[in-house]
């Protein structure tokens, strides 16, 4: 199957099934889905987080009450990278946290073979430029944003005696055509949404001779609506907004019991003032409330909802059952557990989808492309890699 085969497989399959993951769980006090009433209303709390965890049990929970997860699943699937790895001595990881530094290996290890100068996008430390320095790269230019990074960057590849430089640049509005040329292997490691799309436009522009990226965070630097990079993606009507850019992320390496504790809280609380608000206002949408820091939720419900209806110019009676809407929170946390369990059957899909887009794109630049994995997902679920190599 060719990348187009399965780009419009995958965006006929999500279309025909929007109704499942085009919607936002906060907007529904019960389930929207006739058909998936009982077995969701089934499952116990533990289960519903039992079966979000693991992608492959997301599939086989639903395969009886939603059509084509069997095609679903196997148009989500991708190869895994070829992988050749390199040892590394104890000082290249300095600074390096260890699950970051086995992602690394990971990356670098599947990357092809070659002495090109690199070109590291949205750098940080260079970490990975240093690694590929390492692994015999000609030069590596490293480009940051924040100059104290740069400057960390650059102590680190002195110390280390590697040909590293780095450029301390805003990748969104400075000129970084110049940075670029056919000669060299540009490389970014999880540069969020517009990043690495202005990686890719400048990349392709200059014919760079191999480029090799792992997107990350989708939505971020970009229009609320998705606006697709190759002609067949603009040619879909799925319309995709940053809700569902968000929903390709929802795939997460487990948290610690501590901070599932507070999203928990967090969410029975924000859920909770929402269903207050809607008593005094006879709104009845949902109206999200500002982030906040979140040592708020160690407080009160009664102080969270001061807080809250400050920040939307609510007076609150003095009258107010709180322990009533906050007992409304908590069952609607149930209702958007399962609406998100939901919609978490096309994660992957949405993501793959984004994925494919990008590939498709590089393609029409005139590039060999080639789209696989290159880390397990216990690692990162951010872990696909987009290799092209000028023909």
Wanted: proline content about 3%; hydrophobic content about 40%.
């Amino acid at each position: 199957m060719t990348l187009a085969e399965q780009f419009f497989a995958l965006d006929s399959l999500l279309k025909r099934n929007r109704q499942y993951w085009q919607c936002t769980a906060f907007d529904f006090d019960t389930l929207p889905w006739s058909e998936l009433q009982k077995p969701l209303n089934n499952l116990t709390d533990k289960q519903v987080a039992e079966i979000d965890s693991d992608q492959a049990q997301v599939y086989k929970f639903f395969a009886p009450y939603i059509n084509q997860l069997e095609e679903l699943e196997m148009l989500c699937e991708l190869p895994r990278a070829d992988k050749s790895y390199s040892d590394y001595p104890f000082w290249i990881s300095n600074g390096i946290k260890g699950r970051k530094f086995d992602q690394l290996k990971d990356f670098v290890s599947a990357l092809p073979n070659s002495t090109l100068p690199v070109l590291e996008w949205c750098a940080g430390k260079g970490h990975l430029g240093r690694m590929l320095a390492f692994n015999g790269a000609s030069e590596v230019h490293s480009i940051e944003l924040q100059s104290s990074l740069c400057k960390q960057g650059e102590q680190s590849a002195q110390q280390q005696g590697l040909a590293m430089r780095f450029s301390q640049v805003d990748v969104l509005t400075d000129n970084t055509s110049d940075f670029f040329n056919s000669d060299i292997h540009a490389v970014a490691l999880h540069a969020c949404g517009g990043l690495h799309q202005e990686f890719m436009r400048q990349a392709s522009l200059a014919k760079v001779q191999k480029i090799s990226f792992s997107p990350c965070c989708y939505h971020l630097f970009t229009a609320n609506k998705y606006f697709a990079m190759s002609t067949l993606a603009r040619k879909s009507d799925l319309n995709l907004t940053h809700r569902d850019l968000k929903l390709s992320l929802q795939e997460t390496v487990t948290a610690p019991s501590r901070l599932e504790k507070v999203r928990k809280t967090e969410l029975e609380w924000r859920l909770g003032f929402d269903a207050l608000r809607k008593s005094i206002t006879d709104e009845q949408y949902y109206v999200s409330v500002p982030s906040v820091n979140k040592a708020i939720f160690s407080d009160s419900f009664k102080s969270f909802c001061a807080w809250a209806a400050d920040k939307k110019a609510i007076l609150l009676p003095q009258d107010t059952d709180y322990e009533k809407f906050l007992s409304i929170g908590q069952e609607r946390k149930k209702i958007t557990d399962r609406v998100e369990l939901v919609r978490h059957v096309f994660r992957r899909a949405i993501e793959v989808w984004l994925v494919l887009d990008r590939a498709l794109y590089l393609q029409q630049q005139g590039y060999q492309v080639s789209v696989k994995t290159f880390c397990e997902k216990q690692l990162t679920p951010r872990n696909i890699l987009i290799l092209a190599n000028s023909n």
